[in-house]
């Protein structure tokens, strides 16, 4: 097992340092003339066409990259899109017929709850897409097309390169369908996604020390909050899902604007509260939404960490530490500000003396439903 992971102390920290490569792999051959062209999904235009809605169903950290394919179909491909859990969705009697696109993400293809809304959505008439990691695993032979993620095997149980991966698959497939429906706009979005792996390799060589540094300092802490917003909202889900997983410590994530409609009660003095704060160059507007969440926190004592761009001086005041990631489209920093979290809870988990790789409780694929 040691070989295995190739001089790294656990598989998950060999796949978090692997996401430049993963995300590298999962564009490779999909972009032609400047266009995102997916070859899976050649002769299949008529999956995106007539279509009047999108389902993205899938559970757990698939759920959250999900959330942000959500705002990059709706963007880019105009066509309203919503993401469901899996296990919810097949539950009661959802408006779904060949007017809909079931988009379903798997990184084993074999989980039983995301497998039962596929078949589920066939057997309504829905027109079926996967988006997986693993060839030939049982998701994608029930779909009607199939994307698949290029991130390599993953090992451990928390899942990150197959994240970083699957975001970057519902980037090509917006872009994609976008082209398909005439709807694409967006002029620099796919030398954007040319870049976007040598991005996630500088956050890894400039922040994996201090954001450790932070973890250990902090192995003590019972709760920790992420906020985010707009496509920071499922990252902070998800830091707070890693952090649960694999350090045991209570954690929750929120959209930044809900913070008045309840969770500003739990703020109290030294609560550390992780911030995604988005560009403020996409939107002022948001960003400004988000400074002010920060200073409302801050005013109650909370612990702010906050992850931004670089250059961003406007988190500074009010700060206790700030964690940078390099300037890139809005629909892409989801990919690199989830870097930091990862390793965050990594490096908590380690400070607790926890094996990453094999949390109670979990196991890698949940082939029951
Ligand atoms: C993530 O860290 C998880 N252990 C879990 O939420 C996982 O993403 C979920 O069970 C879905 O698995 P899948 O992608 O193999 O379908």
Redesign the pocket.
């Known amino acids: 097992a040691a070989a295995e992971k190739g001089g790294w102390s656990s598989f998950m920290a060999k796949e978090v340092a692997e996401q430049p490569e993963a995300v590298a792999n999962t564009i490779r051959g999909r972009v032609r003339d400047g266009a995102v062209v997916i070859p899976e999904l050649d002769g299949l235009d008529e999956l995106f066409i007539g279509i009047n809605r999108v389902i993205i169903t ?5 759920s959250y990259a999900a959330l942000v394919g959500k705002y990059a179909i709706e963007q880019w491909a105009r066509v309203a899109t919503d993401v469901e859990l899996a296990h919810e969705f097949r539950y009661r009697d959802p408006v779904i017929g060949d007017d809909t696109l079931v988009i379903s ?7 039983m709850d ?1 497998l039962m809304a596929v078949k589920y959505a066939r057997e309504r008439g829905a027109r079926t897409l996967s988006i997986c ?1 693993t060839q030939g695993a049982t998701i994608p032979r029930e779909s009607d097309a199939v994307v698949y993620t290029h991130a390599g095997p993953e090992v451990a ?3 990150t390169k ?2 970083s991966a699957q975001i970057t698959a519902l980037l090509l497939l917006g872009l994609h369908m976008g082209r398909v429906r005439s709807t694409l706009t967006d002029t620099t979005a796919v030398e954007e996604l040319s870049t976007l792996p040598e991005k996630i390799a500088q956050v890894l060589a400039e922040e994996n020390e201090h954001v450790s540094q932070l973890a250990g300092w902090m192995a003590d802490t019972r709760s920790v909050l992420f906020l985010g917003r707009h496509v920071g909202y499922p990252i902070a889900l998800e830091g707070a ?2 952090l649960k ?1 694999i350090s045991y410590i209570h954690a929750e994530g929120f959209a930044a604007g809900e913070l008045k409609h309840g969770p500003i009660a739990l703020i109290e003095p030294g609560q550390p509260v992780f911030v995604i704060v988005p560009s403020p160059r996409h939107s002022a507007l948001i960003h400004s939404k988000v400074v002010s969440n920060i200073q409302e926190i801050r005013a109650r004592g909370a612990r702010v960490i906050v992850v931004a761009e670089e250059g961003d001086a406007a988190v500074l005041p009010f700060a206790d530490e700030v964690i940078r990631i390099p300037l890139a489209g809005a629909m892409f920093e989801p990919v690199l500000a989830v870097v930091p979290l990862q390793i965050f809870a990594m490096a908590l988990a380690t400070a607790k003396g926890l094996d990453v790789d094999q949390p109670r409780n ?1 196991a ?3 082939t029951v439903e």
């Open positions: 899938a559970c757990g950290t698939a993400i798997s990184q084993s293809g074999e989980t995301t990691n149980v928390a899942s197959a994240f899902l890693k997983e979990l890698k694929s949940v």
